[in-house]
């Protein structure tokens, strides 16, 4: 059947794309083990809803915490979905083992959704995403319970009472700044005025040096941030702190009872208003019209693409003699170089699919349609009306585009490429050096340049700027804390001594850089072509010449 609406091929992606679920509750029957007609209908009508469609499905029946750790590599390993109970605890927090084992999955690169399959009414859903905001959020509990007790203190000086202040009304404001990010400027200035209202203008001043403080440590990042943390802490919520957290970016839809967490989509559904059997159409449903955006449908459709072209990979090349191959290994200088030419071998195979005009991504036939019936033209007028938002969503397509995405072996050494931030002792620059030195010079750095690595240097430029300018600049976009930033890179190329006990990217790289004695901390690697046409402009620096002619310059 040939698909052509957009509705007929995001439900072909959706469908290939989650072939593998696991179903964990605490109230589910368990194969040859008594059981509740309640856990036998709940099994039952969760397995018939995702057989129906063909669709591979495994029943765990959670225990306790610890049986699931013993199991964790079952329940989430080669799986595409991840349904889960909000009250899988009967002791102490309810949701405790969830969120934790949330958090587990969204580290799975296979694992892109999770569903919720709760008791808990639709009404307060927003609880739901607010815990989980809550669990991945990076506060330190003790820090946060100074802050408060710091708060009280300030507060009791004044007359005032803590509980009074921060009521019911209160909390719900600094719950609205997590649940809607969009809006959270606004919501801060109605908690400062409602505060201020409690209180008075002087005692909120105080609360406010308070906080500033703490950034000024770097504690926190921003006023609202701190609030936002206190928020946590006066709601109960389960605070692990920055050394669990995993999640870059949480993105939160509490209209349509979604959460995104990094690239995991989260839905939310009610186990009485969506029955069991109904649960596999109405979550894809959700996927589709709700959490689901076009590229979004786009880059599961090419990790099914990729899935299905990766069964081609090895076809023909059985025909070579392992001997060639073994000879070609035991020649290869360095050795480094042959697992690299496997590595590209297997690479262009599997991708060999993105120029074949016979299987090329759906999703492209249908994106007049999609642009048409969200209305992007007009949503795009708002978009570009809002210099910050755009600038960095353009700002990040240039990231991809010239950011090479790879895990570097441990203690790799300088690679033609490589993007390194100055430090100065504990101070962090918005300095940069980029290698351009040849990288089969990088690889015998000893030998071939006795150490001396070619470098260019760029300073922290202007986002609009550089959007502006395009790709008739030399800038790079990288990523700092979330943040897209850009490097305006010079046009000189100088040598840096680097000594081979600090040629490691995992460490702090010693350097002089003139008179001054610097720290190099790796920060990413830009792609061949990208890193070198910032090269070729270095190098072609020293061949200018200066000449002198006679002139009337003075005379305009």
Known sequence: MKLNSFEDVANEIISKSI?????????LAEPFEPSTDSETELSRGVYQSFRREDRSIDLYKFKDFEDWQNRSNYTLEGRDLLILDWQLSKVGVEHSPTVAIIAEAIK???LHFICIY??????????IIYAINSYFAPFSKDILEEDKKAIEEILENNGFEFKKIFDEDVQALLKEMVLYKDRAGIIFKDLTNKIQEKSNNEVFKE???HFIERIK????????????GLGFLLAGEDIRGSSINEAEEIKNNVKQNFLVVNHTIIVINNKTEIKPQNLYERFKQA????????????ALEMRNLFKESS?????????????AFFHHRENSIPSESFYDFLRELWKSQAASFLYDEER???IFRTLDEYKDQKGINEQMTQFLASPQEYQQHLGKLNFYYNNLVTTRKKNDEVRFGDIFRIHNGDDITDQYLLCITAHCDCLYAQDKINNMFYFVKGSKGNLQNALRGGDTEFNSYITNSGTIDVINWFNKPFTVYISPKFNNIQNSIEVDLGADRRNLIYHSTLKENYAQRIANNAFVYPFHVGIYFADTKSLK
């Open 311 to 323: 069964g081609f990979i090895g076809k023909d090349i059985d025909s070579i003699n392992e001997l």
């Open 207 to 209: 609360i406010r040096q």
């Open 19 to 27: 072939g593998s679920i696991m179903f964990i509750d605490d109230d």
């Open 217 to 228: 440590k770097k504690v926190y990042n921003s006023l609202p941030y701190c609030f936002c």
């Open 118 to 127: 709760t008791s808990t009414p639709s009404r307060d859903f927003s609880e």
């Open 360 to 362: 090329q991504p759906k």
């Open 108 to 110: 799975r690169p296979n």
């Open 287 to 298: 996927i589709i019209h709700n959490s689901g955006n076009f590229l979004t449908l786009m």
